[in-house]
């Protein structure tokens, strides 16, 4: 395979949580075990599902079907909008215990982890039993179902999972190292996780039904289709992915402050201050798809004296809540008679936004600030930083 070839010694475990937004709603209501459960809404609005049980699927429904259509197939299924804040808290326990016990930890999706266990076999043994021991304890600690593959790479780890472990009763499956291209061949081309469905009906039309019909295509020929894309498919076709199991370091706190050109009593510069700082915080929140449970507001004096407070919220990367919170926080911590010169705002203790993804499925009223929110930051980075603001910011 020349500059293709495939380091043997590494070994990649591929974890997933099984029908992870189902099962943890069985944890919370054990009436939902054994029944076709829909999640993403009810039956009459506009949306999609985000998430069905097996019972549901033999109905023929899946991710990201209509929710009207689901209906249709299984009108007899249980329909939830979802508790995304409690399985963004129940994603966080399971990286945690995973964590605990591999040396490198990637958290790819809230129900998916990349572990690289390279090297460890002398201080652990065989590494799939070590795997299977992770499994039990993630099982035994949440009981949330989780299955995975083993590989020399990313790639093959995840098709092992996908492909067979989900499929098997010990929700495990090891693929040996060497035997990449050979797992793969005989697989239909959409298993492999970069092919879409329009890249689907291209190899298609071009013969290539099974994995191996392109592995065994010219790089060249690959590349002369598909440009970059044909070399990472061939590449990948072949059993090749170079790509590193990369640990995200958690912000412990992020902030936004700002130090007056000149010390001040005005109370409408101090809150559309405030209410600028918010937004900025909130925008950077909801761009990196996380949610605080803690908001602080720092209010520094013109003798240089500093005063934090903090509140604790329902986890929100809202800007009207976070500016709700901080202005309440700004009436506690304002007790002297002195001019402010700096004044900050700050989130803490994050979980993943998971009601992000599914924003525009649901017309209640309590999205109403979210999707404003959604609808200034679209605006934003289409056009800018700033290019669309709230009136009170202009005070100033």
Known sequence: MGTYAIDKKRQIAHMDLDTFFVSVERLLDKK?????VIIGGTPFQRGVV??????ARTFGIHSAMPLRHAFCLC???IFLRGNYVHYAEYSKLVQEIISEISPLTEKSSVDEFYLDLSGCERLRGNIFDWAKEIQHNVTGETQLPISFGLGSNKLIAK?????????NEAKAFKVDSG????FLAPLPIRSLPSIGEVTEETLITYGMHHIGQIARTSVQLMQRLFGKTGKRLYEYANGIDLTPVIAQREQVTRSRAKTFAEDTFDVNVILSTLHSLATDLAEELRSDMVMAQKVSLTLRYEDFQTITKQRSVSYTNSTQEIYRTVEKLLRVAWTRRNRIRLIGVGAQDFIDDLQQLYLFD??????KEQKIDSVLDTINRKYGNQSIIYASHLVH
Not at 32 to 36: A, R, S
Not at 362 to 367: L, M
């Open 50 to 55: 985000s998430g069905c049980s097996k019972e």
């Open 179 to 182: 035997s990449e291209a050979s």
């Open 159 to 167: 098709v092992a999972t996908t492909e067979v472990a989900k499929k």
């Open 75 to 77: 009108p007899e299924a």
């Open 362 to 367: 649901s017309a209640s009223e309590e999205k």
């Open 32 to 36: 939902l075990e054994n029944k076709p």
